[in-house]
């Protein structure tokens, strides 16, 4: 089963790329612009245009090594292009810097679980096949982090981080922003609240904190009735 995808671009070949363009139901965004650029497909919806089609940017760094002279260079999975264009850059031709910390950042932590010491010239092919899975996990948990933020309803932005092991978003996890209860199952508000007007200055009938016996955790100017140095227990 598939879904007919039409793209624009080429509108002499419309008719034929109506028919033999199709691409599978359950496929991510960044898959479908990968086909379309490989392709040299136009699509208005994922952006890919006669201007940008042709447009290089880098989605993470797969391999690394150093020449004898001392340049470095890296191996590249460019964003929307499959693996199979990958190249080798040197590093004056990259600007991410950030792809760059994150890619030293996990080689780092492999050759040390290795126990190995230095940065050398060329990496094995278990070392690069670690890398790469981590930075697919990265993508994929980045990926879920904007769709959990889209999903939730409060103002808090919601981090995804696994720096645990290689798995990536559950696969049956539904984010909802209100509790759901079973068949049969009712939850009951508690009642809660008081008729102070001044809670801090003027309880009524002992409530707030004279209803547990303590005295109002914080003081007029939002600060913690506490001494430095001392615990605070939730």
């Known amino acids: 089963t598939g879904v007919l995808m039409y793209f624009g671009g080429y509108a002499e070949n419309m008719a034929q790329i109506s028919k033999d363009c199709c ?5 991510t965004v960044d898959e479908l612009e990968t086909l379309c650029r490989g392709e040299r ?17 880098v989605e993470f760094l797969c ?10 260079f890296y191996f590249v999975k460019w964003k929307g292009f499959p693996a199979s264009v990958n190249t080798w850059e040197p590093k004056r031709n990259l600007k991410c810097p950030k792809l760059m910390k ?17 940065l050398p010239k060329r990496l094995d092919k278990e070392t690069v096949l670690i890398l790469i899975q981590k930075a697919k996990l990265r993508l994929s948990l980045h990926q879920w982090e904007t769709h ?5 309803n409060h103002p808090g932005r919601i981090f995804v981080i696994n720096e645990v092991d ?33 809670c801090l200055n003027e309880p009524v009938n002992g409530c707030c904190p004279g209803a547990s016996l303590h005295r109002m955790a914080y003081n007029d100017k939002g600060q913690v009735r506490i001494r430095p140095g001392q615990p605070i227990y939730a």
């Open 23 to 27: 691409v599978p139901c359950k496929i």
């Open 166 to 198: 290689q798995d990536g978003p559950p696969k049956h996890f539904t984010y909802i922003n209100n509790y759901k209860v079973g068949p049969g199952i009712v939850i009951n508000e508690m009642a809660v609240g008081c008729e102070c007007r001044d």
């Open 63 to 72: 391999d690394y090594k150093r020449t004898r002279e001392g340049e470095e």
């Open 41 to 57: 497909l136009y699509c208005q919806e994922l952006n890919v245009n006669r201007a940008n089609v042709n447009d290089y940017e």
């Open 102 to 118: 994150l890619f030293h950042l996990d080689l780092d932590q492999i050759l040390k679980s290795q126990k190995r010491r230095g």
């Open 148 to 152: 959990l933020n889209k999903t939730r």
